[in-house]
């Protein structure tokens, strides 16, 4: 499918520095905390978690 996509005219495909800013950067603290934060939720069963997590990553 990349293939297929790439073919199109007009596209280019990113560099990694480039998608990395896309989703706030690797290194992202905030965001590495709301994805821990989640996946503790999950594990202990709760039900509320992905909405604790959508609104952790609003405030990054």
């Known amino acids: 499918m990349l293939k297929n996509i790439l073919n199109l005219n007009g596209v280019t495909s990113?560099?990694?520095e480039q998608q990395l800013h896309i989703h706030g950067g690797a290194?992202?603290?905030?965001?590495?905390?709301?994805?821990q934060n989640f996946a503790?939720?999950?594990?202990?069963?709760?039900?509320?978690?992905?909405?604790?997590?959508?609104?952790?990553?609003?405030?990054?």
């Open 14 to 16: 990113l560099r990694k």
């Open 40 to 60: 503790d939720c999950r594990e202990d069963g709760h039900s509320h978690c992905l909405a604790s997590l959508r609104a952790c990553q609003a405030n990054c």
């Open 27 to 35: 290194g992202n603290a905030c965001l590495q905390e709301c994805r």
